[in-house]
């Protein structure tokens, strides 16, 4: 089926753009070829695309996956999507519904196959929604977002900047993460105040295993929750949230050759893996 602008159907169908749900829609079917094509996709893919707007991907998307979830909180658009766009295309099913409320091991099961996701992520849900893709790795295979630029240097950061943080640290450890390219204003209709990254996460095995993910995901949060502070002065001084008492995180650190006059901008994923599992042991009084 032919490429249909969306800024072409917003005029045919009276459709305004809502700012709330920050929907600024892919203008040019080359960026949306290409982000596709990031996907390599082989026909037997079940693929979930998060706000799938006017179908600038969804079309394209269709041609080369064997299923394709649209998944479009706002119904106007949705409606739009599929009287106006994807009549005639029979592997697409467009759901109203929120990505945080989809049920992706749902999907996996009905698919036998891991579940690949892409869209253009609004500003308002990405650290949830990340952090719900964590939990869901297991059933998840490559995914291709577009985001806001400051969401994407965020999860691309390196220890030592202000940009690296929680999401830097579990995104990382879960995934390889990859910086494919830029996208300007002018590719959006209608154009967003900043710039766009492209990105590309796959399941990744990481080099040190954590013990429990579940106490790694509690340090790091207790770590960044005051970026000011020194790790003594987080990590020891609430260490009984983690289960552990201020000298056993002390010990921890120096364990690993951490000074706890450090902050927590300045470690690496595999400090914080080697520190969870130094107190995950402490706590199981190993």
Do not use: W
Not at 38 to 55: H, K, N, P, Q, S
Not at 79 to 89: C, F, M, N, W, Y
Not at 174 to 191: D, I, N, W
């Amino acid at each position: 089926m032919a490429f249909i602008s969306p800024k072409t159907l917003c005029h045919r169908q009276g459709l305004i753009p809502k700012k709330s749900l920050g929907q600024h829609f892919l203008l040019h079917p080359d960026t949306a070829r290409r982000i596709v094509a990031a996907l390599e996709l082989t026909g037997r893919e079940l693929v979930v695309e998060i706000g799938a707007g006017l179908g600038a991907l969804t079309t394209f998307l269709a041609e080369q996956a064997r299923q394709v979830i649209a998944l479009e909180i706002d119904r106007p658009t949705a409606e739009i999507l599929r009287s106006a766009v994807l009549t005639g295309i029979p592997n697409v099913e467009v759901a109203v519904q929120d990505v945080l409320d989809f049920d992706f091991a749902a999907a996996s099961r009905s698919s036998g196959e891991p579940v690949t996701v892409t869209g253009n992520l609004p500003y308002q849900i990405t650290s949830s929604l990340f952090f719900k893709l964590v939990e869901y790795k297991t059933i998840l295979g490559r995914m291709v977002f577009m985001v806001q630029r400051e969401v994407g240097d965020r999860l691309l950061a390196v220890p030592g900047g202000k940009a690296y943080g929680r999401l830097s640290v579990l995104l990382q450890y879960h995934f390889h993460l990859e910086r494919l390219f830029s996208l300007s204003p002018g590719h959006f209709y209608p154009p967003p105040r900043v710039d766009s990254l492209v990105i590309r996460l796959e399941p990744a095995v990481p080099p040190v295993q954590v013990m429990d993910e579940a106490h790694l995901a509690r340090l790091v949060k207790l770590a960044f929750s005051t970026r000011r502070k020194t790790l003594k002065n987080t990590l020891a001084a609430r260490a009984g949230e983690m289960g552990a008492a201020s000298d056993q995180v002390l010990a921890a650190l120096a364990r690993h050759g951490i000074d706890s006059q450090r902050r927590a901008e300045t470690l690496t994923v595999e400090d914080f893996v080697n520190l969870s599992n130094a107190l995950s042991r402490q706590a199981d009084g190993g």
